[in-house]
């Protein structure tokens, strides 16, 4: 008898959600499925930025100990919160469809982002949101923002700040996108945002088969390219990178950015290559910035941290 797949997920509103998309496109295949929710250390600390906890994976890490004790036999990602360098064991088992990539900015009032040119408050919890917004607005002050979507959201309308960034997929996923907010065209997204994955064990070969019945090509190979950019940047070290690709005319678009985390300096890369000549072309994207002066910027970056 075909078992039951054990879908983990974290127990937030955006986390269930995924997991549910997930569970509904399996059991229209005729797979038998259940959740499991657990709430993962980054989803316990908020009262810390991510990057002053030094923990790599902090919202996928319980998933993963789940997985490999047996708990659970896929989990459920945002696939910006995945590293690039999976556990021994674990595999990337499908990435869906992938949803709007872009950053917006939820202000409050009748403020627009043209207002900003004078000193205000912002909020975010990203590095890459924080530094690309000093960038572009060198006078503001950025405060740090932790929590789930409904609790970012509700502590925007509780402080004085003029806004906050957020990831327009996942507002969009659970209807809290409002009104009152403007696309950042110009920021660019988190390597893989807007794209969910599943995790699967190597060895669980019936987990394995279903999920690639879920996988999106395009959204495999355009996130590939992104992933590869940033783990070749980082080299295990938390910085404020930016990355996207997209596919087109049978060509991978990619736009890709390095900055310090105070937004004062950026180095970017903007190339286009043929589909079958994708191969490294992330890490080929990430070494050019790197051998420009994006590995001191990168230790700056490290001592900094």
């Known amino acids: 008898m075909a078992k039951t797949i054990r879908i983990g997920t974290r127990d937030s509103e955006l986390a269930l959600w995924q997991a549910h998309t997930v569970q509904d496109q399996l059991n229209k295949l005729g797979y038998k499925t259940e959740l499991v929710s657990v709430k993962s250390t ?69 403020k627009t982002e043209a207002a900003f040119e004078d000193a205000t408050t912002i909020a975010t919890g990203s590095l890459r949101r924080k530094a690309q917004w000093l960038h572009k607005y060198p006078k503001h002050q950025v405060v740090d923002l932790r929590g789930n979507v409904n609790t970012r959201l509700q502590k925007v309308a509780d402080n004085d700040w003029a806004g906050a960034i957020f990831a327009k997929a996942g507002l969009e996923r659970i209807n809290l996108k409002p009104e009152n907010h403007i696309v950042l065209d110009w920021m660019i997204p988190a390597p893989a945002q807007g794209a969910m994955v599943i995790a699967v064990m190597q060895e669980d070969s019936f987990c ?31 910085a404020p990178i930016g990355a996207y690709a997209k596919i087109k005319d049978e060509h991978i678009h990619f736009h890709g950015a390095l900055f310090s985390l105070d937004g004062s300096q950026k180095m970017e890369i903007e190339e286009a290559i043929p589909v079958r000549e994708s191969q490294d072309f992330g890490a080929l994207c990430a070494l050019k910035i790197l051998e420009s002066g994006g590995r001191e910027l990168m230790e700056t970056i490290k001592k900094e941290l």
Do not use: W
Not at 60 to 81: E, F, P, R, W, Y
Not at 97 to 109: C, L, M, S, T
């Open 208 to 238: 394995r088969e279903a999920c690639a019945k879920l996988n999106d090509k395009n959204a495999e190979l355009a996130t590939r390219v992104e992933r590869e950019f940033l783990r070749k940047l980082e080299g295990g070290c938390t």
């Open 42 to 110: 980054g989803d316990l600390i908020l009262d810390k930025p991510l990057y002053e906890l030094g923990i790599t994976g902090i919202f996928t890490k319980t998933l993963d100990v789940a997985m490999i004790n047996g708990t659970v036999d896929i989990a459920v990602h945002s696939m910006k919160d995945v590293p690039t360098q999976l556990p021994k064991g674990i595999l990337q088992g499908a990435v869906l469809p992938r949803a709007a990539q872009e950053d917006i900015f939820v202000f409050k009032g009748e």
